[in-house]
């Protein structure tokens, strides 16, 4: 069984700033990497109304629809832009979500990967921000757990930067546990270890600037997968980001491409276990464009390993 890929053109009508990180040119970087792996590829729907009203109330859907421009760019925050196009490809990513969640669940796949832009781990219940409008990956949980009928699902975020959205929509959601590995002090200040949610089913593993593979492997194997096998998930959900390479600009982080494939692979283990092996990603970082298209490729090529 091969993975799924989700994808859309509309990610690139999604348009930033000159010299901004969060570029059209990802998307041409990632369909490289994947283009010589045999995977079966899906177009990204639209989001439900009902999947985004899940983490996010009407009055975000309403403020964000009219602040979508007719012609050009405008900023909603410093770093979170929106064009004519923007709206359509981040409800894709959503949707792509949910729709590889749809798939892997009836058994279509084993795995899949969403490989949509803008990200979505950063954007809160009401409040879009780095670079993220709707939380895709809280959303595609949020399917799993209310529209499946699923009981335990867990989300497992390697981005470089800590991804406060997803904790902040999955904070009160006890049938969810949300791991977090990202570099400390960096954006957005939040995800100190004493974040545990509502619960007590969000882990917060804060990593030093500087710390490389080996700290990251030590980091998970003592923490995360320990925490993550005691939960016994039904699915396994990544919130995919490649900007802890060491080629990355925006952080201090030093992984390589192999300790991706590495970390994917030992949530495939876990997914195995306890699951049958169902896991679905979504990208969020990356930023160094050949960094962005070694990880894509050893993550993705982990994942095709263990569907064959």
Known sequence: MTVAWFSHPAS???????????????????????APLPLIRHEAPLAAKADLLRCHPQRYLDRLRAAEPAEGIVGLDPDTWMSPGTLQAAMRA????????????????????????????????????????????????????????LSRV??????????????DLLWDESRALFVSSHQMPL??????????????????VPLHPGSDGAAMRAAYEAQVFPRIDAFAPELILISAGFDAHADDPLAGLTWQAEDFGWLTGRLCDLAAAHCGGRVVSTLEGGYDLPALAASVAAHVGVLQERSA
Do not use: W
């Open 12 to 34: 690139d009508g999604h348009i930033t700033p000159d010299g901004h990180p969060e570029r059209v040119a990802r998307m041409q970087a990632v369909a490289q990497a994947l």
């Open 187 to 204: 954006y957005p200040g939040t995800g100190a270890a004493d974040e545990r949610g509502a619960h007590g089913q969000i882990l917060n």
């Open 94 to 149: 959503a949707g792509g979500t949910c729709a590889a969640v749809d798939l892997v669940l009836s058994g279509g796949a084993r795995s899949a990967f969403v490989g949509c832009r803008p990200p979505g781990h950063h954007a809160e219940r009401e409040k879009p921000m780095g670079f993220c409008l709707f939380g895709s990956v809280a959303i595609a949980a949020k399917r799993a757990l209310d529209h499946h009928g």
């Open 154 to 167: 867990a989300v497992v975020d390697f981005d470089v930067h800590h991804g406060n959205g997803t904790q």
